[in-house]
């Protein structure tokens, strides 16, 4: 099946620690996208990337940071620098081009403790 | 900063009856999507508007676009309680393919 997945589902971390948020997808698709959801709220973007080995910041990046070696890998490291991470975190990836949809991971929850 | 705004925030509707969510934008776009998301999930793409586009249609669902307001609306027609979920706008007023999403209405199908 194509699809697009995100591990873990949830992730406990301490204060002080970076962790890793996995994002794998089969779709052949050139550009992927990390976003944070914050409780009742939409989906603002943290990084994305269009192609191999190339990424941008987007609106709320302090804090985090991604890679892009393999197009079917974007994953994101949420480092201690990150003043309020807990949040729903999404992984997207989409066609290139305009007017294409992005296909959604089912999300990884972080909770600090 | 937000491009979407959705209207209403929450809505709550009996079953079998029609189901009307509002978005505005601000800056001119190329194409507007609406979004669902399930409690808890990842979202799922509904339909996508194009700028040149006044209204579409996908089974129970119906969108219009007017770019001289800005705004567009999402109609489910004959709700049902798997309806329940939030939906988001988002538009491409972005740029470099990303999309501006709103903060949704939440939606819920009272049987």
């Known amino acids: 099946d194509g699809g697009i997945t995100q591990s873990p589902k949830y992730l406990f971390r301490k204060e002080g620690q970076n962790v890793t948020l996995s994002c794998e997808q089969n779709?052949?698709?050139?550009?992927m996208y990390w976003y944070r959801q914050d409780p009742g709220q939409g989906l603002r973007l943290i990084y994305y990337?269009?192609?191999?080995?190339?990424?941008q910041k987007g609106d709320i990046a302090e804090g985090y940071s991604v890679s892009r070696e393999k197009k079917e890998s974007f994953p994101l490291t949420v480092t201690s620098a990150q003043k309020n991470p807990t949040a729903f975190y999404l992984c997207?990836?989409?066609?290139?081009?305009?007017?294409?949809?992005?296909?959604f991971g089912p999300g990884t929850r972080l909770t600090v403790l | 900063s937000q491009q979407g705004e959705e209207d209403p925030q929450a809505l709550s509707i009996q079953e079998g009856e029609n189901a009307t969510m509002n978005c505005s934008y601000k800056?001119?776009?190329?194409?507007l999507q609406w979004y669902r998301q399930n409690s808890g999930r990842g979202l799922v793409h509904l339909i996508l508007?194009?700028?040149?586009?006044r209204e579409k249609h996908s089974g129970r669902l119906r969108v219009t676009l007017d770019t001289s307001k800005k705004s567009s609306s999402l109609l489910i027609t004959a709700s049902r309680a798997a309806d329940t979920a939030s939906y988001f706008c988002?538009?491409?007023?972005?740029?470099?393919?990303?999309?501006?999403f709103g903060q949704g209405t939440r939606l819920t199908i009272n049987p």
């Open positions: 997207a990836s989409s066609g290139q081009g305009a007017n294409n949809e992005q296909f």
């Open positions: 779709l052949n698709h050139d550009a």
């Open positions: 990337s269009q192609i191999v080995n190339d990424f």
């Open positions: 800056t001119s776009i190329n194409n």
């Open positions: 508007i194009r700028s040149n586009e």
């Open positions: 988002a538009t491409d007023a972005g740029g470099a393919q990303k999309l501006v």
